[in-house]
């Protein structure tokens, strides 16, 4: 009888080593699983970050260019208010001359005869008289 028990004992012992080694084996499975699905987040996670920073530089790029745009329209604003100051003086000095009464030519044609681009002489037509 204690053969028996003692083989009754060892079987059992070698199911519960034989499910142990299933179970572990079940556990090295599923940390090699774990282990690849860390490695792509890690991919993700580095494409994510390649990502970002790609997007950063484009803001920085769209930062500069809107300086410059600022830059630009703040320049265009003075020479506009720099063309505005000569036009003022330039009618000025246009309204001393006068024309002879009863001509038949206007200030403008006579401005176009003598070389003045269009935009001046309409400039000055109404300061002739």
Known sequence: MLI???VAQVEAGGK????AGATIAEVVTSIARMTELMGKISV?????????SQINAAMSDMDGVTQQN???????A????????QTVQLMKLV???KLPAG???TARQIALSQGADN???QLISPTIE
């Open 103 to 105: 001509s038949d030519r």
């Open 95 to 97: 309204s001393v001359f």
């Open 16 to 19: 519960i080593v034989g499910q």
């Open 44 to 52: 993700a996670a580095g494409e994510q970050d390649a990502g970002i």
């Open 78 to 85: 003075a020479a506009a208010g720099s063309l505005e100051q």
């Open 4 to 6: 028996g028990a003692s």
């Open 119 to 121: 935009l001046t002489a």
């Open 70 to 76: 600022a830059a630009l329209v703040e320049e265009a």
